[in-house]
């Protein structure tokens, strides 16, 4: 059964830091590509970045050079370093097995300003 599970969101003033977990099982997570979305209220889900198997990075533009993303395919975790966080990226964050419906429950990312 896959499972995914999302920790590390809560609330952070602006300019702070947040680093997300993605505890991935029932997959070979080396063999996936892997990706981190978010989505505000009121609006659409959108893909932060994605990461291949082979560990090529596809960021959006309004998080480049902020936020980052890695993977320990041995421990099965997909990790988001989110830097010099601004007020606009609070949302519920999600991992998911990119190009499959398996997505995790989403945790919250609040940053005030």
């Known amino acids: 059964q896959v499972q995914l599970v999302e920790s590390g969101g809560g609330l952070v003033q602006a300019g702070g830091s947040l680093r997300l977990s993605c505890a991935a099982s029932g997959i070979i997570l080396s063999l996936n590509a892997m990706g981190w979305y978010r989505q505000a209220p009121g609006k659409e889900r959108e893909l932060v970045v994605g990461i291949t198997s082979g560990g090529s990075t596809n960021y959006a533009n309004s998080v480049k050079g902020r936020f980052t993303i890695s993977r320990d395919n041995a421990k099965k975790m997909v990790y988001l370093q989110m830097n010099s966080l601004k007020p606009e990226d609070t949302a519920v964050y999600y991992c998911?097995?990119?190009?499959?419906?398996?997505w995790g429950q989403g945790t919250q990312v609040t940053v005030s300003s």
């Open positions: 998911r097995i990119l190009g499959t419906p398996y």
